[in-house]
């Protein structure tokens, strides 16, 4: 947005962009089932508190402030594609636990 002509965008960009809106859509959405735990504990409220934290590190590399070492977007993923599968996987084990903690039903 700060600079169209320069950055063109890429498939690959827009694709997280959108399947993480809709993950954090989903994700505050389904959080709401916590209000269903009798007793808050500190160990619960740190592990919602990581997994917010998690979801920004996703999200933080999908606008970054400057690319300068870096002509165009498909470079820049692909620089980063490790870590942000890496990430993507902590994530999904996380909201495995995040599932069992909010109950089956």
């Not at 916590?34 to 917010?52: D, G, I, K, N, R």
């Not at 996703?58 to 594609?81: T, W």
Request: glycine fraction near 2%; proline fraction near 5%; charge should be negative.
């Amino acid at each position: 947005m700060e600079h169209p002509g320069k950055n063109k965008a890429y498939w690959v960009h827009l694709f997280w962009v959108f399947f993480l809106f809709l993950y954090l859509i989903h994700f505050w959405w389904w959080e709401f089932r916590l209000e269903s735990v009798p007793q808050w504990t500190f160990p619960l409220y740190l592990f919602v508190a990581v997994y917010a934290v998690l979801l920004y590190l996703l999200c933080a590399p999908l606008f970054p402030e400057q690319m300068g070492d870096y002509d165009r977007f498909d470079s820049y993923f692909d620089s980063r594609r490790k870590w942000m599968f890496a990430a993507l996987a902590a994530l999904f084990a996380v909201d495995v636990l995040d599932t069992v903690i909010k109950g089956t039903a």
